[in-house]
T-cell receptor
Framework: SAVISQKPSRDICQRGTSLTIQCQVDSQVTMMFWYRQQPGQSLTLIATANQGSEATYESGFVIDKFPISRPNLTFSTLTVSNMSPEDSSIYLC?????????FGSGTRLTVV | AQSVTQPDIHITVSEGASLELRCNYSYGATPYLFWYVQSPGQGLQLLLKYFSGDTLVQGIKGFEAEFKRSQSSFNLRKPSVHWSDAAEYFCAVVWGQGGSEKLVFGKGTKLTVNP
């Protein structure tokens, strides 16, 4: 299965600032996904990122708050903009493969 | 709307006891179904999946799950639980088609194992 490197693994940020999370895959993949896991909650899909096209956002998530880049088939970034304490969550990237979905180890974000 | 329901938020079992975690889905077509496990502070690990064929699927760590179309269920089982199985378990389903597929998760079941 693909190996996903996600960084940073954790960060503590001031409210009003932005954080960019990187996701690097060791093989080319068509679709990459970004999820949010709020404390004690399940995973919620933020958006789907295909290389060469605009990301598709789920209901409740907007591009201005969570801009995504997908410059090639092995890399994607998610930015959490103008952060507030409510953005404190684990953010995970995922890729689709023939046998299922593989996840990065996540970025634990705390906004103070 | 398509959904995944895990009725049990928290389950406690004794080490060595059997385990069954419930998962029900709402989906019009034959779904692709998954079980993932998340240990404290860890990422998500795929336990098993069902795409088609044999409705009883075997996974890692001694887990198995059975797809029952008539009950729209995909329950996870293990005959004898180990203390290391304490974790959060998520059922998930892929829905959508034609390049718009996405993985949707249930709310999870937290498993506590008593010695």
């Amino acid at each position: 299965s693909a190996v996903i490197s996600q960084k940073p693994s954790r960060d503590i940020c001031q409210r009003g600032t932005s954080l960019t999370i990187q996701c690097q895959v060791d093989s080319q993949v068509t679709m990459m996904f970004w999820y949010r896991q709020q404390p004690g909650q399940s995973l919620t899909l933020i958006a789907t990122a295909n290389q060469g096209s605009e990301a598709t956002y789920e209901s409740g998530f907007v591009i201005d708050k969570f801009p995504i880049s997908r410059p090639n088939l092995t890399f994607s970034t998610l930015t959490v903009s103008n952060m507030s304490p409510e953005d404190s969550s684990i953010y995970l990237c995922s890729v689709e493969q023939v046998f299922g979905y593989t996840f990065g180890s996540g970025t634990r974000l705390t906004v103070v | 709307a398509q959904s995944v329901t895990q009725p049990d938020i928290h389950i406690t079992v004794s080490e060595g006891a059997s385990l069954e975690l419930r998962c029900n889905y709402s989906y019009g077509a034959t779904p692709y179904l998954f079980w993932y496990v998340q240990s404290p502070g860890q990422g998500l690990q795929l336990l098993l999946k069902y795409f088609s064929g044999d409705t009883l699927v075997q996974g890692i760590k001694g887990f198995e799950a059975e797809f029952k179309r008539s009950q729209s269920s995909f329950n996870l089982r293990k005959p004898s639980v180990h203390w290391s199985d304490a974790a959060e378990y998520f059922c998930a389903v892929v829905w959508g088609q034609g390049g718009s597929e996405k993985l949707v998760f249930g709310k999870g079941t937290k498993l506590t194992v008593n010695p």
